[in-house]
């Protein structure tokens, strides 16, 4: 299967632990997306790298979360001092550039990691 | 915030064609039209999208208003896997390769019927 990959697919930890989590993208996809769902709600951005450069974030990404992609290809995401209300599936997708001239790239999304905190 | 209107849900028999609507009245001249669907428990899945014309693949059709205020996705022959959450999405082109974010609505939940 060459689509996106995460791991864990299912993470499950105590108030105040640090979780990460890791993001393998699409082969030769240098574009890299974080996005966060809670239950019942579409999901949501949190953060964009093109190759190793995190060009985007959120307001969604306070202080505690933390994202790389130290060579341009994995990424991690890190919540550190986790709390109940960082429970939600987080979700990874990456894309190619689109071509020249006024376009849109078409992001392909992984399984995502679903946290619970307790 | 999300610039389109999907109904929350909608039954389809299995079998018969599927047309979830959108409404995008507010759509701007470089802006795409984007689907996807998510099925419970799993990540988003790319359909189509489109800018002015109508567009098919294997998945599915789009179907977008001369105007381009609203689209409509058809599956042709809905199957019980095709109960997903379906969004629609309004996106804009940019110049130069630069990038944006998907803007995820609540979506349509799509169920089919045996």
């Known amino acids: 299967d060459t689509g996106v990959s995460q791991d864990p697919r299912h993470k499950i930890t105590k108030r105040g632990q640090n979780v990460t989590f890791r993001c393998d993208p699409i082969s030769e996809h240098n574009r890299l997306y974080w996005y966060r769902q809670t239950l019942g709600q579409g999901p949501e951005f949190l953060t964009y790298?093109?190759?190793?450069?995190?060009?985007?974030k959120s307001r969604l990404l306070s202080d505690r979360f933390s994202a790389e992609r130290p060579k341009g290809s994995f990424s991690t995401l890190e919540i550190q001092r986790t709390e109940q209300g960082d429970s939600a599936m987080y979700l990874c997708?990456?894309?190619?550039?689109?071509?020249?001239?006024?376009?849109?790239?078409?992001?392909?999304f992984g399984p995502g990691t679903r946290l619970t905190v307790l | 915030d999300a610039k389109t209107t999907q109904p929350p849900s909608m039954d389809c028999a299995e079998g018969r064609a599927a047309n979830l609507p959108c409404n995008h009245s507010?759509?701007?001249?470089?802006?795409?039209v984007y689907w996807y669907r998510q099925i419970h428990s799993q990540g988003p899945q790319y359909i189509i999208h489109?800018?002015?014309n109508n567009e098919t693949n294997e998945m599915a059709s789009l179907i977008i208003t001369e105007d381009r205020k609203s689209s409509t996705l058809i599956l042709p022959h809905a199957t019980l896997r095709d109960t997903a959450v379906y969004y629609c999405?309004?996106?804009?082109?940019?110049?130069?390769?630069?990038?944006?974010?998907?803007?995820f609505g609540t979506g349509t939940l799509l169920a089919v019927q045996p």
């Open positions: 507010t759509i701007s001249g470089n802006e795409y």
């Open positions: 489109g800018l002015k």
């Open positions: 999405i309004v996106r804009p082109s940019t110049y130069g390769g630069a990038t944006n974010k998907l803007i």
């Open positions: 997708a990456s894309s190619l550039p689109p071509g020249g001239g006024w376009n849109t790239d078409t992001q392909y």
């Open positions: 790298f093109q190759n190793e450069a995190q060009l985007e």
